[in-house]
């Protein structure tokens, strides 16, 4: 084995990585209400978003579409990931916010770190 040849390429990909962390990239996150609302408007064919919900850490949120539906939007790596959610939602009030049960193994619980005013309007919306 070629150590100063494993050295050099592990000291690339560290100063790769540390560039990449630099510049900010690599990481996604839901900036505001209404990137979240057109985030779930072009993910769900005609979901037409009134109100959302984001999460304090930008990973996730809960969208409210104008005929009482639900989207539900989960930072995945760069990406977001939307699931349109159906009445009743299992949701677990938490000291932070609230849990949200998609009832999808793949898409998991998805939990959003919101103030105790919005997680009271959450509770009475789902």
């Known amino acids: 084995m070629n150590w100063p040849l ?3 390429s592990l000291a690339g990909v560290l100063a790769l990585a540390a560039i990449a962390w630099l510049m900010g990239l690599g990481g996604g996150a839901i900036g505001d209400g209404d990137e979240a609302m057109r985030t779930a408007e072009a993910a769900c ?47 677990e009030k938490s000291p932070d916010g609230v849990a949200i049960a998609t009832g999808e193994r793949m898409f998991g619980q998805v939990h959003l770190v919101v103030g105790p005013e919005d997680r009271d309007k959450l509770l009475t919306l789902v």
């Open 6 to 8: 494993l050295a050099g």
């Open 45 to 91: 064919s005609g979901f037409r978003a009134e109100r959302a919900f984001v999460s304090r850490d930008g990973r996730a949120a809960l969208v409210e579409g104008a005929e009482g539906e639900i989207v539900l939007l989960k930072v995945h790596g760069v990406h977001v990931a939307a699931r349109r959610l159906t009445r009743p939602v299992a949701v």
